[in-house]
């Protein structure tokens, strides 16, 4: 079983960076695929940004691309996402996941609590 838990959100203005961190324990994560994937109030889960379990492959979301850039640290059983130019529709709870598939974002099976990224216009 993995143990995912997410930090680094906040309110921030729009323009700015937030950085956040996934810890993952229990088990190790750096022979699966982590994703981020975003709730805003009144949405579905929707996915953000995936990373393979070697780093060499990336994926995001259209509406973050050029903003957003994946990454991790398998050393440090951790996977970040640096978040620039912030918008306020970034607004939502942000979610780590681990998965089995870097691009079936049906695939991931373990979910971190989540940590609430403001973003004020």
């Known amino acids: 079983q993995v143990e995912l838990v997410e930090s680094g959100g906040g309110l921030v203005e729009a323009g700015g960076s937030l950085r956040l961190s996934c810890a993952a324990s229990r088990r190790s994560i750096t022979n699966r695929p982590m994703g981020w994937f975003r709730q805003a109030p009144g949405k579905e889960r929707e996915f953000v940004a995936a990373i393979s379990w070697s780093g060499g492959s990336t994926y995001y979301a259209e509406s973050v691309k050029g903003r957003f850039t994946i990454s991790r640290d398998n050393a440090k059983n951790t996977a970040d996402l640096q978040m620039n130019s912030l918008k306020p529709e970034d607004t939502a709870v942000y979610y780590c996941?681990?998965?089995?598939?870097?691009?079936?974002?049906?695939?991931?099976?373990?979910w971190g609590q989540g940590t609430q990224v403001t973003v004020s216009s």
């Open positions: 996941a681990a998965g089995r598939i870097t691009s079936n974002y049906r695939s991931y099976d373990y």
